[in-house]
């Protein structure tokens, strides 16, 4: 089992940049493949991107791709997002979610973070 709790979340201006974390505890964190989704109101949570258990393979969903980047620290048990050239349109709750296995659909993820809001002005 793992616990995920996500940070960093705020208020930025359009083409500006912001990085949010996810922490994971316990050991099987490890192991886990680590997906990032969103949800904007009214909106079906969309998959954003996911980094597996040693951080050295990601994927990314076309909308972000080329402006957002995740990273792994074992170390500090943390998953990283960043976020550039950020776009209005980027605005919605962030999620970080574990999995056995590597997916983009939420339904496979088990473990899930409370969120963080995200907010793009224009």
């Known amino acids: 089992q793992v616990q995920l709790v996500e940070s960093g979340g705020g208020l930025v201006q359009a083409g500006g940049s912001l990085r949010i974390s996810c922490l994971g505890s316990?050991?099987?964190?490890?192991?886990?493949?680590i997906g990032w989704f969103r949800q904007a109101p009214g909106k079906e949570r969309e998959f954003v991107g996911a980094t597996n258990g040693g951080g050295w393979m990601t994927q990314y969903a076309d909308s972000v791709k080329g402006r957002f980047t995740i990273s792994r620290d074992n170390l500090k048990n943390t998953v990283y997002l960043q976020m550039n050239t950020l776009k209005p349109e980027d605005t919605a709750e962030y999620y970080c979610?574990?999995?056995?296995?590597?997916?983009?659909?939420?339904?496979?993820?088990?473990?899930w973070g409370q969120g963080t809001q995200v907010t793009v002005s224009s």
């Open positions: 979610a574990a999995s056995d296995v590597s997916s983009t659909q939420s339904y496979m993820y088990t473990y």
């Open positions: 316990g050991r099987a964190f490890l192991s886990y493949f």
